[in-house]
């Protein structure tokens, strides 16, 4: 909204609507004038029109009344008994207008005299006028109250935001020393079994994966592609672990290198399955990373061919995974789910079901690798 547009009050509208009857008014009293056969009067309808714009020249004393005295407890039942005495005072000032217009354009018609006039009008003008000041209140009232429900509105979606902001950016602050963690401890295995060069490059990929979690750290949602390369960076450092005992694999269709996912969701997945599947076998293990669109929905899944674990632990926490279920509720509610089963013998599979939607790629991004 511009500032122009603010600076436009709810009583300029209702001010400039008695326009309306004004005009309505007039045409009224020429139409009068024609079906009785009287003389053309324009001062007449002049009058007519002028009279109905009184009330809009009115109308901001009377919103300012009504929101200096509203109509609602704990003061309701004064300030609806000085509504009324205002309005009674509205009619006299009404009146009071109205004769000087008339005064102004027909002076030859008060016969009986101008205070006569001005006494008639005031009474003419009571059972009309006291409806059209307390019509007036409601409406600035209903304005004033449809006004506060939005801003309240508002704010109550500013705090949501703010809220789930907090709480992903706990949820993540929460993940990434444990990433870094098991990343370190590679390298401080590497150290200790004198394999220098092993750690010297692992130190260089991991600080591939340190640059890529920084420059992310802000990000709730990124690429598909975007996940995926850290993925591929935390693997080459487990890799230097477990040497040819990690063997990953992955099956994503290209097409969907934009769609969005949450931050480190897929990686944390992953470490999952290496910490609970790879590093329990004493042979080459398998991790398959795969993703797939089916309908309005992401479909992503995380297996491994480890010993499996039991369908009561895949929902406990020590296994890492209450903290992406979370993140995933906070993101998307109930539209987001993480599906963790095991096979009969051997094997788990992690499924994450999101909301597909897609992410703008940088156009270094969009360059099809050499």
């Known amino acids: 909204m511009t500032g122009a547009a603010r600076r436009i009050r709810p009583w300029m509208f209702v001010s400039a609507a008695w326009i309306v009857p004004a005009l309505f008014g007039a045409l009224d009293s020429y139409a009068q004038q024609g079906l009785w ?48 005495v205002f309005s009674l005072l509205f009619c006299v000032i009404w009146a009071g207008l109205g004769t000087l217009i008339k005064l102004a354009l027909q002076p030859a018609s008060f016969d009986g005299g101008v205070l006569k006039f001005y006494a008639s009008w005031i009474f003419t003008t009571f059972p009309f006028g006291v409806a059209v000041y307390l019509a007036m209140v409601g409406v600035e009232h209903a304005i004033r109250y449809f006004v506060e429900a939005r801003e309240r509105d508002a704010q109550v979606a500013r705090l949501s935001g703010q809220l789930a902001g907090a709480r992903l950016a706990a949820l993540q602050a929460r993940l990434n020393p444990h990433f870094l963690f098991n990343s370190l401890n590679t390298v401080n295995v590497l150290v200790r079994a004198g394999e220098n060069a092993a750690a010297t ?7 591939d994966v340190l640059r890529t979690t920084l420059n992310r750290s802000h990000d709730t949602e990124i690429s598909l592609d975007d996940e995926l390369e850290l993925v591929r960076q935390y693997l080459a450092v487990e890799q ?12 994503v269709d290209p097409a969907l290198r934009s ?66 279920r979370e993140r995933l509720a906070t993101l998307y509610g109930d539209r987001g789910s993480l599906e963790v089963t095991s096979g009969p013998e051997q094997g788990t599979t992690a499924v994450m079901r999101i909301p597909y939607r897609e992410l703008l790629l940088e156009e270094a991004d969009r360059e099809p690798e050499p």
């Open 201 to 207: 490059r692992v130190i260089e990929q991991l600080s």
């Open 259 to 324: 769609a969005a996912v949450p931050s480190f969701a897929i990686q944390h997945l992953v470490e999952n399955a290496v910490r609970h599947g790879v590093a329990r076998r004493s042979n080459a293990g398998r991790i398959e990373v795969s993703a797939r669109r089916v309908g309005n929905m992401l479909e992503v899944a995380v297996a491994d061919d480890g010993p499996g674990i039991a369908p009561d632990d895949a929902s406990r926490s020590g296994h890492g995974l209450a903290n992406t």
């Open 37 to 84: 056969g009287g003389k053309f009067n324009l001062a007449e309808i002049l009058f007519t029109a002028f009279d109905w714009l009184i009330y809009g020249f009115l109308t901001p004393f009377v919103f300012l009344l009504a929101r200096r005295f509203p109509v609602s407890r704990p003061k309701l039942a004064r300030n609806a008994a000085l509504h009324v």
């Open 240 to 251: 230097a672990r477990f040497s040819d005992r990690l063997r990953p694999a992955f099956d």
